[in-house]
């Protein structure tokens, strides 16, 4: 199971809430960027929209990429 912010892709196999059924489902297979930077989940399959976040959904997209980074 993967999950991509910003282009890098994250191996999320380790963490059972990203499987079916999981909190995190929604996530597994996605680029989850836009929906992290936004906060709005619904966002997972919208393409292109990195270009339209502001300052402050980038800041949290980017801290986002930090967790990830750490932890997978």
Known sequence: ???ALKGVVYDVT???LY???GAYSRFGGK???VALGTMQFDDLDRRGWL???NAEQLECMDEWVVFYKERY
């Open 1 to 3: 199971m993967w999950v």
């Open 14 to 16: 380790s963490n059972e």
């Open 19 to 21: 499987r079916a059924g």
């Open 31 to 33: 680029d989850a960027s």
């Open 51 to 53: 270009k339209t976040l």
